[in-house]
């Protein structure tokens, strides 16, 4: 549960980054570039329906600082529902629909538009980098050679976005070279060409016969945050049928 009211609202879209279980990979040993970028997508978007129980933790200097916890429910590339469990949070909700986002309070009347602008800020972002598929939307080249992460040794893709209007468009992925490729790493890229964000994937675990995320740490590499830190824990995953209607302002306000 929500046990500080120091932890920022924003890490809602850090949760949006992964859709979490890694299908049918590539075997280890191939160089199947295009294969590598679809078990990460695969690794985010498996279960195409899904309900999670998760845990942000803010960290400074290794130290938390606070935590929250959250239901998330995914269905499909376009929609997401986070619910805010514990603390002053509590019952706040962050609804996504495509290129649409919605913040909704306890009490009050309507839903809070969030605009393009403000997506781009903070962790809202992370709602449009939940519906990249990086197997569609980049080209990739790759790096001679390998590289260690977290002892890990690794194949780095260079990814170019195909489309002018992503929000980062580019992006660095560290791939395990010593087993199933599964993500190590994530480092976005503004448009300016300064990297703007670092996740790292620190644990798995297995659901329904598949691996799945179960661990990671987004890290922002400018502005005030760059020495905080947030971990992300899903607790629980399961794959599940959901109402479209709750995929709505009115239907998700109405979600307990």
């Given at each position: 549960?929500?046990?500080?009211?120091?932890?920022?609202?924003?890490?809602?879209?850090?949760?949006?980054?992964?859709?979490?279980?890694?299908?049918?990979?590539?075997?280890?040993?191939?160089?199947?570039?295009?294969?590598?970028?679809?078990?990460?997508?695969?690794?985010?978007?498996?279960?195409?329906?899904?309900?999670?129980?998760?845990?942000?933790?803010?960290?400074?200097?290794?130290?938390?600082?606070?935590?929250?916890?959250?239901?998330?429910?995914?269905?499909?590339?376009?929609?997401?529902?986070?619910?805010?469990?514990?603390?002053?949070?509590?019952?706040?909700?962050?609804?996504?629909?495509?290129?649409?986002?919605?913040?909704?309070?306890?009490?009050?009347?309507?839903?809070?538009?969030?605009?393009?602008?403000?997506?781009?800020?903070?962790?809202?972002?992370?709602?449009?980098?939940?519906?990249?598929?990086?197997?569609?939307?980049?080209?990739?080249?790759?790096?001679?050679?390998?590289?260690?992460?977290?002892?890990?040794?690794?194949?780095?893709?260079?990814?170019?976005?195909?489309?002018?209007?992503?929000?980062?468009?580019?992006?660095?992925?560290?791939?395990?070279?010593?087993?199933?490729?599964?993500?190590?790493?994530?480092?976005?890229?503004?448009?300016?060409?300064?990297?703007?964000?670092?996740?790292?994937?620190?644990?798995?675990?297995?659901?329904?016969?598949?691996?799945?995320?179960s661990e990671m740490e987004v890290q922002d590499l400018i502005g005030p945050q760059t020495k905080s830190v947030t971990k992300i824990e899903y607790l629980d995953i399961k794959p599940a049928q959901l109402d479209d209607r709750i995929f709505t302002p009115d239907g998700a306000r109405a979600l307990s």
């Amino acid at each position: 549960m929500c046990r500080a009211s120091g932890f920022r609202l924003t890490a809602l879209g850090f949760l949006l980054l992964t859709r979490l279980a890694l299908a049918a990979p590539p075997q280890p040993g191939s160089t199947d570039v295009q294969g590598w970028l679809q078990a990460v997508d695969d690794a985010r978007n498996a279960f195409g329906e899904a309900f999670l129980k998760a845990r942000a933790t803010q960290l400074e200097q290794g130290n938390p600082t606070g935590s929250a916890d959250f239901d998330i429910y995914v269905k499909g590339r376009d929609k997401a529902l986070i619910v805010f469990r514990g603390g002053k949070n509590d019952g706040r909700k962050a609804l996504t629909v495509g290129e649409k986002m919605w913040l909704i309070v306890p009490g009050a009347q309507n839903a809070v538009p969030i605009t393009a602008n403000q997506r781009l800020l903070g962790g809202a972002s992370f709602g449009d980098v939940a519906r990249l598929r990086f197997a569609e939307d980049f080209t990739a080249e790759l790096r001679p050679g390998t590289e260690d992460v977290g002892g890990r040794s690794c194949h780095v893709l260079d990814l170019a976005a195909k489309s002018p209007n992503a929000p980062f468009p580019k992006v660095t992925l560290w791939v395990d070279a010593e087993g199933p490729p599964l993500p190590r790493k994530l480092v976005f890229v503004l448009p300016s060409g300064k990297p703007a964000r670092q996740v790292l994937f620190t644990q798995f675990k297995k659901v329904q016969g598949k691996t799945c995320v179960s661990e990671m740490e987004v890290q922002d590499l400018i502005g005030p945050q760059t020495k905080s830190v947030t971990k992300i824990e899903y607790l629980d995953i399961k794959p599940a049928q959901l109402d479209d209607r709750i995929f709505t302002p009115d239907g998700a306000r109405a979600l307990s």
